[in-house]
Each structure stands twice: as C-alpha cells, then as structure tokens.
C-alpha cells in the first residue's frame, strides 16, 4: 500500500505528472526511478529491514507509479496490477458470492467477458444496463447491490455517465462506485472528486501512452479500503513487474503533454470528419452534436482523441480500415502513434452481436485513437483512405 504525501498534491497537474511519487535515492541520488529488479531484500537480522521484505509485497519502483499515478487522480492511495483486467479481478474480489452489480453496459470487451463469464460462475450477479440515463442505474439497484460500475466516455460508442448522479446512487445505495478512467486520463477528469470511490486503469494506454507495456491501477481515497486491497493485491498477487512499472512511470511524466496534443488533434478530426461527405456519424463528446456534450463540458477538462466513425457499409469500412498508411491497423488505443480499428470484429468480437446492435455498434463503425502526429499528416491520411474506400 502506498501513501500519497501533501507535497505530492500541492503543485499543479503537470508537474505532479513529473515529480509526484518520487523519492530521493539514497545510494547515488539518482533522479529519475531506479529499475528495482528484485524479488527479494537483504534483511539486517532476524525481523529487521527496511520495511522492503519480498517483491510482490512491495517493490520501490511500483510505489513510485503508485504514488504518481494516484496523485495526479487527486487519490492518497494506488495499486499497480500486471494488466487493467488484473486490476478488474481485483476490485471484483471485494465482493462475495450473492452480491450484485449494476454495471454500465457499453464496457470494454473484456470488462463485460471477465463479470459475465468468470464472476457470475463464482457468484455475483450482474445487471448491465444503459448508464447515458443515471436513473437506469438507480431502477436496477437491488438490496444486494453492492457496487457501481461505470466507465465514461465508453468504448467505442463514446457514451457519457453522469459521474456526480451516479456517485450519488451509489452512496444511497451504500454500494462501492468504481469507474474506469481509462479514456478520459486524470489529465481531463477525476472520478474520486465526482463521487467515485475507486478509479480504475489500464495503464496500458494513454498513462504509459508508448504502446510497449501492458498495466493497470486502482485508485482511492479512503484508508480502510485502501486496506483490503492492499490485502488483494499482495494475496492474489497479480503484481506488474518492476520494468514495465518504470516504463508507466516514464510515460505518466509526459501525461499532460501528450493529452494535449491528443485532444487538440482530436477536436480538429472529429471536426474535419463532420464535413466529410463518405462519413454518416461522428462520435465524439466535444463535438457540439453530441448529446451529451454539456455533460461532457460539465465533468471533463479535455475531450482526448479517441473517435468514432459511421461509414454506412462494411466493406467500405474495412478498405478504410486497411488503407490507412500512418493510421496502423492494431487493437488498443491512447499511444503516441495513431491506431485504427474495427471494434465489431476487434475489440468487441466478445460482445453478443445482439448486444453490439442495441448499444450502436454496427459492422461498419471504426474506432480512431488519434496520436500526436502532425495533425495534417493525420487528416491527409484519413482523406486518402476515405477516398479509395469508395
Ligand atoms: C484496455 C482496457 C481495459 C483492459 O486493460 P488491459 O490492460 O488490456 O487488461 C479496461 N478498460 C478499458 C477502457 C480499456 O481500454
């Protein structure tokens, strides 16, 4: 378990992103984080040492993202896991058999696959319903429910949760509310100050934001349950390991400089792609036409650059899908490099296909994550492409 400290919380945003967390090296005075690739720590005798017994315990490196990570959240506590579906795992294990969840149900994939085909075999049961209208959320609370689970803006549909509404059912229902803050990045909105009680990651995408580590993180404020899942987390042990915690780390610092770029760029394509005429629907919140686009202004700072598109037919959006030259054809999102894709066969092939149509998300949607590119070299990109896509 890590603690954020006050200094950690005192600068602004973008400097927290570079300094919060660290601690002085006392070998050399290293400044930046050493690799504490270790499993195990010299002990001075019998139940004396430095507080550092076994690796997937605690881990130097580790607390360094904790405490990063958690302080840009406005968080006092954090937890690296070894994917964002670890941190999932975890978050679910401090339920018991027969409680209940009601859940967003426009989540990630492989949100949806874990709750519905690994935790309802293990007990819990799940109502997943439209989170647009807060009030779903309160008509399939339950005497059991226990926890809230929303993510905001979803994937790929780019719907919004209204977080204070929500936060608010969940604390008159005296259930936990956990939200996947994966899209959105503390750099343009932090959950634990609407109402939430945990903040997921996966860092994976935009806080390690380099495409080269798989991570997730649990945020929170409060002490007691910063406990359990401390105990979680050492217990079940789904630990990341000390390099790919430096790697998040290192991207973390240059967090709110590449949202920045993201969101700026993201504004000017989702734009540009409005005016197209081969393209039918836009989704993204800051674009005006979005309905939910007050919310958005409401409880977001950014709006990021993940967009999605209609394009009316499935072969026109795989021969666009396939004829992106700096847009590269992969699975994931939130990396300096921009990526295109085909959620219905790619990230969503898990979803039921009469869930992936009453949610929007037909065969001819294609999801962006826009990088820090040149934008122009972006949008000549997207016009050729959408050209020979017919
Ligand atoms: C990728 C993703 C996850 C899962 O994280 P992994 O690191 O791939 O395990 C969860 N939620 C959202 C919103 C994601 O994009």
Redesign the pocket.
């Given at each position: 378990m890590t603690q954020v400290t006050p200094d950690d919380l005192k600068a602004r945003f973008g400097t927290r992103a570079v300094h919060a967390g660290h601690i002085p090296d006392p070998l050399a005075g290293a400044v930046m984080t050493p690799i504490y690739q270790t499993s195990t720590y010299i002990q001075d005798g019998l139940g004396r040492h430095k507080g550092y017994e076994y690796a997937r315990t605690r881990n130097p490196t580790r607390e360094v993202l904790e405490r990063n990570v958690a302080a840009l959240e406005g968080g006092r506590h954090g937890f690296a896991f070894a994917?964002?579906?670890?941190?999932?795992d975890a978050v679910l294990k401090l339920l018991s058999a027969g409680d209940h969840v009601v859940s967003g149900e426009n989540?990630?994939g492989?949100?949806h696959r874990q709750m519905t085909h690994v935790w309802t075999r293990l007990g819990l049961t799940f109502s997943f319903v439209d989170a647009t209208d807060p009030a779903n959320i309160a008509a399939a609370v339950t005497p059991k429910t226990r926890m809230i689970y929303a993510?905001t803006p979803?994937?790929p549909m780019m719907q919004l949760c209204d977080l204070a509404a929500a936060g608010e059912t969940a604390r008159a229902a005296n259930a936990l509310f956990v939200v996947?803050n994966?899209?959105a990045t503390p750099c343009f909105q932090r959950p634990l100050e609407l109402g939430a009680d945990v903040v997921?990651?996966?860092?994976?995408?935009y806080l390690n934001g380099h495409s080269d580590m798989?991570?997730?993180l649990l945020v929170v404020n409060q002490d007691d349950l910063a406990e359990r899942i401390g105990f979680l987390q050492n217990s079940a042990g789904a630990v990341p390991g000390p390099f790919d915690c430096w790697l998040a780390l290192r991207g973390a610092k240059t967090l709110a400089l590449r949202m920045r770029q993201h969101d700026a760029s993201g504004r000017r394509i989702a734009e540009w792609l409005t005016k197209h005429p081969k393209v039918e629907r836009v989704y993204y919140p800051g674009l005006p036409s979005h309905p939910q686009h007050d919310l958005a202004c409401r409880q977001m700072k950014g709006f990021g650059g993940m967009i999605s598109i209609e394009l009316g037919s499935v072969e026109r959006a795989r021969r666009f899908a396939e004829r992106t030259r700096i847009f590269v054809l992969a699975e994931?999102?939130?990396g300096v490099e921009s990526l295109i894709g085909h959620p219905a066969s790619m990230?969503h092939a898990s979803v039921p296909p009469e869930m992936r149509r009453a949610m929007g998300l037909t065969d001819s949607l294609v999801r962006l994550s826009v990088g820090i590119e040149d934008v122009e070299d972006l949008l000549g990109d997207l016009d050729q492409a959408l050209t020979v896509a017919g």
């Open positions: 994917s964002g579906l670890a941190a999932l989540v990630y492989g949100t993510e979803t994937n996947d994966t899209f997921l990651h996966s860092t994976t995408k798989v991570g997730g994931s999102l939130g990230t």
